[in-house]
Structures are given as C-alpha cells and as structure tokens.
C-alpha cells in the first residue's frame, strides 16, 4: 500500500478528503495530515511519504514551497496540487517541480480518485527493471490524453490543458488510431518474461511517436490498456482519414522491417476536439475484429460497412441471437447456431470461422452489458478463441460455440446476491425507471447514504461507474425502440430519458458506434436480406 499525506488549510477540504477517499481501494492508505505546509514539513523531513496532496495557497508555507523542500529529501515522492486559482503561473511553476496533477477546487472526487490510481500505478511500474523506463511518458500529458479520449473530463479543462500542453484544440475534425502489437496465441515453452514483452511493446510505442510526433502529424500516447493511441487532426472528413491512413501504413510499414505485426484500427472522422473520444472508442470495438481480416489491413469504420452494401455481419441477425441468449433459452439459442453452421456449399474455412467469431463477440459482449462481475465478461480472447481453432469439423466449431453461448445462459442465471442491498435497489432502480431523471445525488437522498460513498460503491461491485451503467442500459432500450418501432429519434431520446436530442445522439455513437438512424438503417438491411434469403 502506497502512503498518502494532505495538506490544507481548509478543515472542510481536509475532513472531507479523510472520509470519504476510500484510500484502501486505491491501493494506498492515509498516513497523516495538516493544516499549513510548515507543520506537514516538520512531520514528512524524516519520514516522507508515497503520495503528497497539497493546496498551493497556505498561509505558514504554501504548497510549491513544501514540494522544494521535501523534494530533495524524499526524491521519489509524488506531488498532487490542489488549487482555487486557475492560472497557469502556479500550474507551470509546480509542473518544474514535477507534479503529477493540479486539480481546481471544489476537487472532483472522480478525478482525484483516478489520478491517485494512475500515480500508484507509474510508481509500481518505476521498480520494475531499468530498461522498462527508458523513454517515460510525461505523466501530466498522458493523464490528460487518457482523460480526454475517455471522455473523463470536463470540457472548459480539457480546453485549458491542451492549451497548456501545447496540443491544437482548434481544428475541425479529429480521428484515433489504436495501434496493437499482435500475439502469439500460444507461449512456447518457456515463454518470454513479463517484462520483456512490455520492453518490446515500449520499442513499439518509441517508434510510433517518433514517426508521429516527430513529422507534427499527430500525438502519441498509450492508453490504460496498454494500447498505442494516436489522435490526428485536420481540416476536413477526407483528407484527415487520407492522411491518416498513409501514416499509419508508414509506420505499419517501418515496423514490419523490424520482424513486428500490428493491428491497426481507425474511429471515425469527428468534428471538433470534443468528438475525440467516439472515434477512439470505435477504434478500441474494431480491434476486436482483427480475427475476421487479412493481417496488415488497417480497419476503419467505413471498410467495416461500406454505404453500397449490407455489413458482413447482417447475414448472422446478431440482434435475434441476443434475444435467445437474454430470454435464457439454450434450446432456441442451439438451434440459431445449428442454424448458422448448416453449410451445404462449399464456403472458405475462413468464412466459417469467422461467423463463430462474430458470435463469440457477441455472446461476450451480452455478459458484459448483463453481468458485469463474471468470468465470461472479462475472460481475454485466448482462452475463448484457443479451442475454436482447433476445431477441425463445423460440427465440433459449432459445439465449441454452443458452450461458451450456454455458460454465457448460466452466467446470465445467476442471482445478483453478489451485490450489497443498497446497489440491489439502484440496479433495480435503473431498470425500471431509466426513463426518469436520475443521479448518484438523487438516489443517495433517496436511500440516505452519501453520494460519493454511493457511486464507490456501485464501481467497486459492479465493475463500472453509474453513469457509464446507466447510460449504457438506456443507449440498451433506445436500441430496441429504433428495431422494434417507427418512433422517430427525438421521441425516442425522451422516452429513454435523453431530454436534449443531440445529447442523446452522442452518448448512442458513443455506446453503439454508429448514430441512431444509421443504426436502424443496419436493421432494415438486415431485414430486408432475410426476407430475400
């Protein structure tokens, strides 16, 4: 557990940070804390500590005073700063002294929390061997571009971060790239050690933002999953994704001559920074298609569903098969993929593997939107695409199918007595009143408990925050609106809770990958293909 120490002057901020900070979740613990800098000085100069949190502005010794002078005693500390002045003098002045974050008070708890677990985690990652930290990210510009293609963070801060990091904001449309290096599906005998893997992977990551940022095409950082992001920006929808993808075969191309395959997946062209996210959250979905293309393909969304014709994936009526996986049905859901793999003319082996991919895919992806906790949800692609490899008839692919579609039944079976009385009641709450105005603030007023014990909470026990539940539930039933009824969207918006219509667009791309009306047209295509069928 990593030792955290706060510093205020401020009792509200400072009880307030003590109570309701669940410090052990974050992997650290409350070691001590004051009320000026002098007094923290006089009980960190011997004994330090992990993690300092301190406002910038006290009266006895302000924050950037404490952090030079515990600095050359304690080199390894981490330095978070609280402040109520959003200028950039005190912000630059800490960045000289190395600080991981400033936060602007009133603190918001999620990004205190976040930064914290990141901090934790760069310091785990700095004991590990010496070649593993040989070109360190900048930790304020990859928590910002983490933040910023997550959606984390609010818009008037992103703008002055980018500013602050000298990051263009003002451009018209934007695009991500995910860059991945591809694995071995099976480690020989004794396979190669964790940390040469990740050393391989940094070699990965030096060339991509060398080749990007070094041409000022792009920036480069990697996410929390350890995949290569990189945002690209431009004037215009056509000539970005043009660019874009010349680019990316470059460096496709320069990491080839170095024996490295990668899978590389391009989001959509969105307009403005803030637009950003959607086209690195479609970038991460398609890396899940790598398994169903040539290798060294770049996928972009528009390869994936050309507009001239229906997607490869329609011909399988995904949404009729999460219907029988989510009615619990193992016999209808036997007989869909009895159905799927009934190949009277000869097909491509690839053609064939590829729809037990597609339907892996989706059988994971109903888990995780259903049972957020259990193993199949968040089980890695190995071990439930090893077998089905192997497979050396249809009837034996078909069965590997079948099982992992009847654990998902089981999983999906299973009573929620996983889950505390009091996230019970706000899962059932959802469920049953998305269509309401709803907040951690209006339920914790309803159920009497704290608002942000009440959102730790729901995270801890369910894996997700509660606006990323409930959005996703809600995006869940507008889906079924746009499959199942001529409602138009600004009707569905409100029925499914969205009062503002292009909020309501944004969070579906966001959820779904496509806009609403491109998602029911998918539906029609589909349909149509059927009936032809």
């Known amino acids: 557990m990593r030792s955290v120490f706060i510093v205020d002057d401020e009792p509200f901020i400072l009880e307030g940070l003590n109570n309701v900070v669940e410090w052990e979740e974050l ?110 990210l900048d930790i304020l510009r990859d928590n910002v571009m983490n933040r910023w293609a997550t959606g984390r963070i609010d818009p008037a801060e992103l703008k002055n971060r980018l500013e602050f990091l000298d990051i263009p904001s003002d451009r018209s449309c934007y695009a991500a790239a995910v860059v991945r290096e591809i694995a071995e599906m099976e480690e020989p005998a004794g396979a190669t050690p964790w940390y040469k893997a990740e050393a391989d992977n940094r070699k990965v990551y030096s060339l991509c933002r060398e080749m990007t940022e070094g041409g000022g095409s792009g920036i480069c950082f990697c996410d929390t999953e350890g995949d290569i992001v990189i945002v690209y920006a431009g004037s215009d929808p056509e000539s970005l994704q043009a660019g874009s993808l010349e680019r990316l075969e470059q460096i496709r191309h320069a990491l080839k001559g170095r024996q490295i ?42 390869r994936m569903s050309p507009p001239d014709e229906p997607p490869a994936w329609a ?17 209808a859901v036997d007989e ?17 593997h590829n729809m037990a991919v597609e339907l892996v895919l989706c059988t994971k992806q ?33 069965q590997h199918v079948k099982f992992i579609a ?13 889950f505390s009385p009091v996230v019970k009641q706000v899962l059932h709450q959802i469920r049953t009143k998305y269509a309401e105005e709803m907040s951690l603030k209006t339920l914790g007023h309803e159920f009497n408990v704290h608002p942000f014990y009440l959102g730790q909470l729901f995270q801890k026990e369910t894996g997700v925050s509660f606006s990323d539940y409930l959005n996703s539930h809600r995006i869940k039933q507008a889906k079924a609106l746009l499959t199942d009824t001529p409602m138009k969207t600004s009707e569905i918006s409100r029925r ?38």
């Not at 006089?42 to 002078?69: A, N, P």
């Not at 009847?406 to 996983?418: F, G, K, P, Q």
């Not at 969070?507 to 149509?528: D, H, L």
């Open 336 to 352: 869909y993929i009895d159905q799927a793999f009934n190949v009277k003319t000869a097909v491509p082996v690839a053609r064939i």
């Open 366 to 398: 109903v888990v995780k939107e259903n049972k957020l906790n259990f193993e199949l949800a968040t089980s890695g692609y190995k071990q439930l695409f090893t077998a089905l490899f192997k497979a050396q008839t249809i009837a034996r692919l078909a």
């Open 315 to 331: 011909a399988l009526d995904t949404l009729e098969y999460e219907k029988r996986l989510l009615a619990r049905n193992k016999t």
């Open 27 to 136: 992997g650290t613990t409350l070691c001590g804390k004051a009320y000026d800098g002098k007094e923290a000085f006089e009980q960190l100069r011997e004994t330090g500590c992990d993690i300092l949190i301190t406002d910038i502005m006290m009266r006895e010794m302000d924050g950037l005073e404490l952090i030079r002078r515990l600095k050359p005693l304690h080199p390894h500390m981490k330095f978070i700063v609280l402040s109520g002045y959003n200028e950039f003098n005190y912000v630059k002045e800490g960045m000289k002294l190395g600080i991981e974050n400033y936060l602007l008070k009133p603190v918001n708890m999620k990004e205190l929390a976040e930064t914290i677990q990141s901090t934790v985690q760069k310091m785990d990652n700095a004991e590990r061997p010496a070649y593993w930290n040989a070109e360190e």
């Open 261 to 302: 395959d990668v899978m590389m997946t391009l989001g959509s062209m969105e307009s403005g920074y803030l637009g950003m996210p959607q086209s690195y959250s479609q970038a991460k979905r398609l890396q899940e298609y790598f398994l169903t293309h040539e290798e060294g393909e770049i996928i972009t969304a528009s």
């Open 406 to 418: 009847h654990a998902a039944i089981d999983y999906l079976s299973v009573d929620e007595d996983e």
């Open 496 to 533: 499914v809770g969205y009062l503002e219509p292009g909020y309501f667009y944004r969070q579906f791309k966001k959820y779904a990958g496509v806009s609403p009306t491109e998602y029911r047209n998918r539906v029609k295509m589909s349909a149509c293909r059927d009936e032809q069928a």
